[in-house]
């Protein structure tokens, strides 16, 4: 490879444009999941502003964002948390139009998301080698890392309600199952799964275990829930969301930073890796 493309390589290397994951990424992510659940609800059916509106209104504040977190040449915690919120609101909506705007049966739902999620996976693996989330380094990269969080987000919603549905359990009993599934993801990653998978799975049942949360929060009390209706439920949510992502932005203990080695960030790939996995792309 000649000097000037190694140059080139280099310069399309940003550094890694999402967090480190460690507890607060999981801690946030599921209190993304429950606000994407209960405030799409207060927006929709509380504020009566109509699935089609409340779709069109996050879509369009999501892709504001969205250009904020790609013309940013780093992990900035407000901004990238900013999106996986709208996210995680637009992908239950989605969902939701499936089901009630047009009447699919959720068991199609979920066929249609699994099947897209793993056409993206194929994609993003074809192109880019690895689906790990520690070499987003590149415009590509991050492009096929936020349909797929998109992708998981409509998927967990659609599997949530698909069980939900078939089980016929209340929001106490709901939360148990996908609790008990990550919990199974755990004990397999630490038995030997890849941690590509386990991370990708677990994220998957996150979504539906903080709806259920969120559903719990919300309902009545005569249907099994507290009885917080779902704008407190958001606003107690968005409030612990707005407070971790502060605590990490002071401390930046969620960043994956360059320099660190293999022992002190355990399967987090250097810079410099990743300058010679574009390197061979290109010979």
Known sequence: MTPDATSSARARLMLN??????????????LCTTVGESFADYINETLGFGLTNTTVLFSAVLAVALVAQFRSSRYVPATYWLVVVLISVVGTLLTDNLTDGIGVPLWISTTVFSVLLATVFSVWYARERTLSIHSIVTTPREAFYWLTVLVTFSLGTAVGDWTLELTGWGPGPSVLLPLALIASVAV??????????????????????????????????????LGLGTLWTSVLFLGAIVAVVVFLSLTHRDEI???????????????????????????
């Open 17 to 30: 444009k999402v967090p480190e994951v460690t507890v607060y990424f999981w801690i946030i992510k599921i």
């Open 188 to 225: 397999a990653w630490r038995l030997g799964m890849g941690s590509v998978l386990s991370f990708w799975l677990a994220y998957i049942l996150t979504r539906p275990l903080g709806a259920n949360i969120g559903d719990f929060l919300s309902a009545d009390r005569s249907e099994g829930g």
């Open 257 to 283: 930073r360059p320099t660190a080695s293999r022992g002190e960030r355990r399967g987090a790939p250097e810079v410099e890796p990743a300058v010679r996995e574009l390197e061979a792309d290109e010979v």
